[in-house]
C-alpha cells in the first residue's frame, strides 16, 4: 500500500495543483519522484506531528489538499486534537495518511501498533475515516479523496501486501462497500488490511458447504448503511473484521448501526484485537495468529457459531 | 504635514481606540460574567496597531484571498478579538451584547466558519502557530504577498507544538510571518516564569531561528511602526517579545492575577471606564 500511495499521490500531484505532501521525517526515497516532479509541494516537517498538521489545516484553508504522512500512531494520536481541532473543527479538506496500521509493524514493537486510531478518529465530526483493503484501493481512495472537501483519515498497511485488485477499482465511492465476491449465508467485512485474511476464511468456509460474501468494507465512516440493511436482512451472521482494537472500531460502528437501527445485532461476530496490548516480538502473521485474526481462525469462529445456531 | 507628525496623529488616535476597546472589553466581561479579562486587557494595544494600522484587511471582504492573516493564537483573550473586529466592521457593535449568551456566534473562545473576521477556531494553545505556518506557505506557493501575524500568549510558550512550528518556521524561512507574543508574565495559575522557565524569551526565540526582538507591548505607536515592516528584511520570520502588563488600562486590574477568572461589578466598570477617560 505504501508504495502505491507513493506513487499515486505523485501522478495526482502532477495534475493538481492543490495537492501538497508534507512527511513527519519518514519515507527514505520514497517521495523522490514527487519531488522531482513539484519541489515546492513536498516538505519533509520533522518529527514535529502537532505542528505538521496543524500546518496542514492551515493549507487546507488556503486552497490546498495536504497529505500529512507518517507512522500510524504518529500521524493520528500524537497529534489527535490537531486533527480534531485545526483539520475537523474548520471542515478543512486536509488527509491524514497513516502507514503501518493495526500490527502491521508487529516487529516494531507496541509503540508502532495502532490499534486505537479508527476509535478515535472516528469520533470526530466531519472526518471520513477510510481503510483501503489493497493497494489498488489505495489509489482509488486517494482520486476519490481529491474529488470531495471533508477531512480525511486514510489508515494504510505496510508495503509488500496481496493485491486483491487486479485494477483500480472503478466502483469506489467513499461510503459505499465493495463487495468481492458474493455469497448467501454468512458476509465478512473486512476494513483494510485484513482483507486477504477475509478472502483465506471465506475459502476455508467453502470448504465446510458455507457460502460466505467478502466485502471490502473500506469507509469506516460515513458507513454504508444500504449495504449494513441488506446484510442483516439477508445473511445468518455478520463478520466484521479488522486489524484494531474491538473497543471503537470498524465492529463497534457497524454494531452501534445495528441497534440504532433496530437490526439483529446478535447476528454480528466481531473480529478484532483484545483490550490489551500485544507484548510480544514478532512480525505481523505470528501476531495474527496469537491474536485470533487469521482466515483459518475467522473460518473457524463463523462455522462454530453456525453450527450452535 | 511631516512623516514624524502623520505618525504622531495616528498614535493618538491609536490609544483612543485602544481605550474603547478597553471599555467595551469590561463592559462584556461584566455582562457574561466569563473569565480572561486580564489576558484580553494585556493585548489590546497589539491588536489595535494591527486592526487600524498594519493590516491589509477589508472588513467587508473577510475572505479575500490576498487579506494579511491575523491569528488570535491566544484564544482566551475573545473578548478582545470581538471587539476588535465590531469595531473595525466586521460584524455590527450590537452583536457584542451576544457574546457568551445562548445562541449566539460569541463564544468564550473564537468560533470555526462562523464569525467574518475570525481566521482560526482557538483556545487550546500551540494551535494558532502552525495554522499559521501554513498560511504563509500556502500564500508562498501561491505567489502572493500577503503576511500572517499570531499573536500568542506567554503561558502558550509552555506548549512543545509552539517549539515544533518555530523550528520549522525558521527552517522554512517564512519571512511574511509574524509572531507577537504578549508577555504579561501570569499564567492562568501563576507567574509564568515561575511555572516553566520562559526566560530569557527573546533569546529563546533567536535560537530557534526567529529575528526576535523585545518590544513595549503597549506602546502602540512602536508597535504599529514594528509590525509594519513585515517581512523587515531579516530573511527570517519575526517575533516580536511584546512586555505587557495582565488587566492593562485599570489600575485595580494591572498585574493582579485574580482578574484571570473574575468579572467586575458595576461599580468596577464605571471606575474603569473613568480611569480609560471614557463617558
Same mark, same amino acid.
Given at each position: ?9 505523485? $501522478? ?7 495537492? +501538497?505532501?508534507?512527511?513527519?521525517? /519518514? !519515507?527514505?526515497? #520514497? ?127 505496510? $508495503? ?7 485494477? +483500480?477499482?472503478?466502483?469506489?465511492? /467513499? !461510503?459505499?462497500? #465493495? ?131 | ?279
Amino acid at each position: 500500500m505504501r508504495n502505491a500511495f507513493a506513487d499515486e499521490i505523485t $501522478k495526482l500531484g502532477q495534475s493538481d495543483p492543490r495537492v +501538497v505532501v508534507l512527511s513527519g521525517d /519518514i !519515507g527514505n526515497k #520514497l517521495f523522490d519522484k514527487f519531488k522531482d516532479a513539484q519541489d515546492d509541494r513536498f516538505y519533509n516537517c520533522g518529527v514535529a506531528e502537532q505542528n505538521m498538521t496543524g500546518v496542514a489545516a492551515g493549507l487546507a484553508m488556503n486552497g490546498f489538499r495536504p497529505f500529512t504522512y507518517t507512522i500510524t500512531p504518529f500521524v493520528t494520536t500524537r497529534c489527535l486534537e490537531q486533527i480534531r481541532t485545526d483539520a475537523a473543527y474548520h471542515q478543512v479538506p486536509a488527509t491524514v495518511v497513516s502507514v503501518g496500521a493495526g500490527l502491521a509493524y508487529a516487529g516494531l514493537g507496541p509503540t508502532h501498533h495502532a490499534c486505537e486510531d479508527i476509535s478515535f478518529l472516528r469520533s470526530i465530526p466531519n472526518m471520513n475515516v477510510i481503510c483501503p483493503g489493497d493497494a489498488w484501493e489505495v489509489r482509488a481512495a486517494l482520486r476519490a479523496i481529491l474529488q470531495q472537501d471533508n477531512p480525511t483519515y486514510l489508515r494504510m498497511g505496510k $508495503k509488500n501486501e496481496p493485491k486483491i485488485h487486479d485494477d +483500480v477499482p472503478s466502483n469506489f465511492v /467513499i !461510503g459505499k462497500a #465493495l463487495v468481492i465476491s458474493g455469497g448467501k449465508d454468512v458476509t465478512l467485512l473486512s476494513t483494510g488490511n485484513m482483507l486477504p485474511e477475509a478472502i483465506e476464511a471465506a475459502e476455508q468456509l467453502a470448504q465446510q458447504g458455507v457460502s460466505a460474501e467478502v466485502v471490502s468494507f473500506h469507509t469506516v465512516k460515513p458507513l454504508d448503511a444500504d449495504y449494513l440493511t441488506n446484510a442483516f436482512n439477508s445473511f445468518q451472521k455478520i463478520v466484521t473484521i479488522e486489524e484494531h482494537s474491538l473497543i471503537g472500531g470498524f465492529g463497534s460502528a457497524v454494531a452501534e448501526w445495528a441497534v440504532d437501527n433496530g437490526a439483529d445485532a446478535r447476528k454480528m461476530i466481531r473480529v478484532g484485537t483484545p483490550d490489551a496490548f500485544f507484548k510480544k516480538s514478532g512480525e505481523q502473521e505470528y501476531a495474527r495468529e496469537q491474536l485470533g485474526l487469521t482466515g483459518h481462525q475467522i473460518a473457524g469462529r463463523v462455522k462454530a457459531a453456525l453450527d450452535r445456531a | 504635514m511631516s512623516v514624524v507628525e502623520a505618525l504622531e496623529y495616528d498614535v493618538g488616535a491609536l490609544k483612543d481606540q485602544a481605550a474603547q476597546l478597553r471599555g467595551r472589553i469590561i463592559e462584556m466581561c461584566h455582562a457574561s460574567k466569563s473569565a480572561h479579562l486580564g489576558s484580553s486587557l494585556s493585548c489590546v494595544d497589539v491588536l489595535t496597531a494591527a486592526y487600524w494600522h498594519v493590516l491589509n484587511v477589508d472588513p467587508s471582504r473577510p475572505q479575500d484571498p490576498d487579506r494579511d492573516r491575523f491569528i488570535l493564537s491566544k484564544g482566551h483573550a475573545a473578548m478582545a478579538l470581538y471587539a476588535t473586529l465590531a469595531a473595525r466592521g466586521y460584524f455590527p457593535e450590537e452583536e457584542l451584547k451576544t457574546y457568551n449568551q445562548d445562541g449566539g456566534r460569541l463564544a468564550e473562545h473564537p468560533p470555526a466558519n462562523l464569525l467574518p473576521g475570525v481566521e482560526a477556531a482557538t483556545g487550546s494553545l500551540g494551535h494558532g502557530l502552525p495554522i499559521g505556518i501554513g498560511c504563509a506557505m500556502a500564500g508562498r506557493m501561491q505567489g502572493k504577498n500577503y503576511r500572517v501575524f499570531a499573536l500568542l500568549s506567554d503561558g502558550e510558550n509552555n506548549e512543545g507544538s509552539v517549539w515544533e512550528a518555530a523550528m520549522f518556521a525558521a527552517a522554512q524561512k517564512l519571512d511574511r510571518l509574524c509572531v507577537v507574543v504578549d508577555y504579561n508574565k501570569w499564567q492562568a495559575t501563576g507567574r509564568s516564569n515561575e511555572t516553566l522557565e520562559l526566560s530569557p524569551l527573546r533569546e529563546k526565540w533567536a535560537a530557534f531561528g526567529w529575528d526576535a526582538h523585545e518590544v513595549d507591548g503597549h506602546d502602540v505607536g512602536q508597535l504599529a511602526s514594528l509590525m509594519s515592516e513585515i517581512p523587515n528584511g531579516s530573511g527570517k520570520p519575526v517575533a516580536f517579545i511584546a512586555h505587557t502588563v495582565k488587566g492593562k488600562g485599570v489600575s485595580f486590574m494591572e498585574d493582579d492575577n485574580n482578574w484571570h477568572y473574575r468579572a467586575p461589578t458595576a461599580e468596577e466598570v464605571e471606575l474603569a471606564h473613568k480611569e480609560l477617560g471614557l463617558k
